[in-house]
């Protein structure tokens, strides 16, 4: 009785069961959570709040405190005495009211509370089990008779008929607890062999999931980033455009002003004109000759104000057209200084790379502004380099990077074959090893026709690329160890990264063949 009193004390007075997450409201009575979450939400439409037991009133909606103990008594209670929702099995001499069953005997098949079992037990010596009304797979299909022991020959539960006159006559057999012990060892061993592969896979998960958390923060900072970049080169755009028109105003003021001066000059210089011509007209219609010959020197004497007026009119014309170019440098500067911060922002840097004819190929030709190199059907007049290389068609850059982010981009013209890639200036001059990618001095693409490969120490990765883009971007972080390539058609695409521990500067390497040529994009 004193466990049915207790299970009375654990009922939910909403959903009379046992508390599922037990929470409490200020006046002191406890409710499951979901229940009292359902009662609240129905009384919301009311604007007033209250207590399913005690009816006290909350103005507004009551805040509810997790009972952690009340949890956990709720769990004890269900672990030491189930109850009808766990296992709807209930005494079968308890017939005034349900009681709880805690043991089933397989003999007499009935289950029985303690009391009943402590009677039980007195009179007979039967086996019994956890409560169950299943009692079928617990006995022999040919004898009737419970299972008591286990036959490790054929794998199988058997009665005592089964042991002594049936099947399994003259068997090696175990009791059934023995057998279950000997199991249970052998699923420890397992157990312990499965333990570790367990951890390795926790711990790969672990790493994937920081890996994958560590993405997510990185992608989130990298477009908060990228956000405020593109509201900074709104606002230098603004005042690019700002500097450009008012750089225009300034001209059109500055021409417009002189030429309205002009204007208001030759406007007094027409009036004066026309007043002299209409003393002209007049002298055409004297008839006396003494005043006609008198007056016509007056007219005559301003003819040279014409010739002024004429060379003030060709001075303005000279000077009526705007400053294009100094229009045009202005808006350059500005769009450059955008770049240069924009490239800033990014941490990387674009060296001034040129090639270095010293090193080059007596067949690679070098354009003057050092900028491409090309393969070429006719030998350069170059003299004696003990840098020169003398048996691939490759030539080094002047100067190496030994530190930073750098990035620059070039462009194949698609003819014959070439290797774009990076090189240590320790690389060989002659022999098969001093070509790009057959040494572990150089890292590179070689590209022909529809095949681009990376080249590293005589090991080649196939690589699926669009021939039809000839502009390629390279990018060195020489710290991280990170040499990557990429692709520069829309969308632009990474091709290949190679990963090494730099040692030495690094240095431009380009190969060219059957008449490739490659140039460096500044």
């Not at 009211?97 to 089933?104: D, G, L, N, Y």
């Not at 312990?192 to 367990?198: D, G, I, R, V, W």
């Not at 883009?469 to 829309?490: H, I, K, M, T």
Request: glycine fraction near 6%; include cysteine.
């Amino acid at each position: 009785m004193a466990s049915a009193d207790l299970r009375a004390e654990l009922d939910c007075s909403i959903c009379l069961s046992l508390y599922t997450d037990p929470v409490s409201l200020r006046c002191g009575h406890y409710f499951c959570r979901s229940c009292i979450v359902s009662a609240l939400d129905a009384q919301e439409a009311a604007g007033v709040y209250s207590c399913p037991d005690c009816r006290a009133e909350y103005p507004e909606r009551p805040a509810l405190e997790k009972n952690r103990k009340l949890g956990n008594i709720v769990e004890r209670f269900l672990s030491a005495q189930p109850d009808m929702e766990e296992t709807g099995i209930f005494c079968t001499y308890c017939t005034k009211s349900s009681v709880p069953a805690v043991r089933t005997c397989l003999q007499c098949e009935t289950s029985m509370c303690h009391e009943h079992l402590g009677a039980h037990n007195k009179s007979v010596d039967h086996s019994l089990i956890e409560p169950t009304v299943s009692f079928l797979h617990r006995k022999c299909s040919t004898h009737k008779e419970v299972l008591k022991y286990y036959c490790p020959m054929d794998a199988a539960c058997i009665c005592v008929s089964c042991w002594m006159a049936g099947d399994h006559k003259g068997h090696d057999v175990e009791l059934l607890d023995v057998a279950s012990e000997k199991e249970k060892e052998k699923l420890r061993k397992y157990l312990e062999e499965l333990n570790p592969q367990k951890a390795e896979i926790l711990t790969k998960l672990q790493n994937l999931q920081d890996r994958q958390r560590n993405i997510q923060e990185k992608a989130s900072d990298k477009r908060k980033k990228v956000r405020e970049l593109f509201m900074d080169i709104k606002k230098q755009l603004k005042m690019a455009e700002k500097k450009a028109l008012s750089e225009i105003s300034r001209q059109e003021e500055k021409i417009v002003s002189q030429i309205s001066d002009l204007i208001k000059k030759l406007e007094k210089e027409e009036d004066k004109l026309s007043r002299k011509m209409r003393h002209v007209e007049e002298m055409c219609h004297v008839t006396d000759p003494i005043r006609l010959l008198q007056e016509s020197d007056i007219t005559v004497c301003g003819h040279g104000d014409d010739e002024d007026t004429e060379a003030d009119g060709g001075e303005g014309r000279s000077e009526d057209d705007l400053d294009e170019v100094l229009i045009s440098l202005t808006l350059h500067r500005s769009m450059r200084d955008i770049v240069t911060n924009v490239t800033s922002e990014l941490g990387l840097h674009v060296p001034d790379i040129l090639l270095d004819e010293d090193t080059a190929y007596r067949y690679v030709k070098i354009s003057e502004d050092l900028k491409t190199a090309t393969r070429s059907k006719d030998k350069q007049n170059r003299p004696e380099s003990p840098g020169r290389f003398l048996y691939w068609d490759q030539v080094l850059s002047r100067c190496g990077l030994s530190s930073g982010r750098h990035y620059w981009e070039v462009e194949w013209d698609q003819i014959g074959r070439c290797g774009i890639g990076l090189s240590y200036p320790s690389i060989k001059r002659k022999g098969d090893e001093s070509g790009i990618g057959y040494n572990d001095k150089s890292w590179c693409l070689l590209m022909y026709g529809a095949v681009c490969t990376a080249f590293h120490r005589s090991g080649r990765s196939p690589l699926s690329v669009d021939t039809t883009c000839p502009r390629l971007g390279v990018f060195l972080d020489y710290e991280a160890g990170r040499l990557s390539f990429y692709r520069l058609c829309d969308p632009i695409r990474h091709l290949h990264t190679f990963t090494a521990s730099f040692s030495q500067p690094l240095h431009v390497l380009f190969f060219v063949k059957d008449g490739a040529s490659i140039r460096i994009i500044s």
